[in-house]
């Protein structure tokens, strides 16, 4: 189970690149992220290496941040990888709440972000069906 940093950000030009800026100020690494929009502010959620550091850093420059669970399960890299993943969280009756992708460093092989409702639960169907739940994104 991964560590995820949510951060709400404005919708106007420039307000990632304040985030970025922010993070790399304090040496701070994204292994992954995705943005989410509203009409009147985005949600930024990263993977990143040092979360409690970047939630710190990116708070006393005035962003809203939440760190959260999420899971990181790493996928072959080959047609009906994520159908697999898929068709097994649906055949345990999983909902998903949101994914985006990222991959291993080390690995190289794909992996997903994905988080739902019942977390702890989850991590423990995919890893009883095989599935490699990553620990971190340099696995």
């Given at each position: 189970?991964?560590?995820?940093?949510?951060v709400?950000?404005?919708?106007?030009?420039?307000?990632?690149?304040?985030?970025?800026?922010?993070?790399?100020?304090?040496?701070?690494?994204?292994?992954?992220?995705?943005?989410?929009?509203?009409?009147?502010?985005?949600?930024?959620?990263?993977?990143?290496?040092?979360p409690?550091?970047?939630?710190d850093?990116?708070?006393?420059?005035?962003?809203?941040?939440?760190?959260?669970?999420?899971?990181?399960?790493?996928?072959?890299?080959?047609?009906?990888?994520?159908?697999?993943?898929?068709?097994?969280?649906?055949?345990?009756?999983?909902?998903?709440?949101?994914?985006?992708?990222?991959?291993?460093?080390?690995?190289?092989?794909?992996?997903?972000?994905?988080?739902?409702?019942?977390?702890?639960?989850?991590?423990?169907?995919?890893?009883?069906?095989?599935?490699?739940?990553?620990?971190?994104?340099?696995?």
């Amino acid at each position: 189970m991964l560590k995820q940093l949510a951060v709400f950000v404005e919708n106007e030009s420039g307000s990632l690149r304040k985030v970025t800026m922010a993070l790399r100020s304090q040496k701070i690494n994204i292994y992954a992220s995705a943005s989410f929009d509203t009409p009147e502010f985005g949600i930024l959620r990263m993977v990143v290496n040092e979360p409690e550091k970047a939630k710190d850093a990116l708070t006393s420059q005035g962003f809203v941040t939440k760190l959260g669970e999420v899971i990181a399960v790493q996928l072959p890299d080959e047609e009906g990888g994520m159908d697999s993943l898929l068709a097994a969280l649906h055949a345990s009756n999983v909902s998903i709440n949101y994914t985006y992708s990222s991959f291993g460093r080390m690995s190289k092989l794909p992996a997903v972000i994905l988080h739902t409702d019942e977390i702890f639960e989850t991590e423990n169907v995919l890893r009883s069906k095989g599935f490699h739940c990553m620990d971190s994104l340099n696995d």
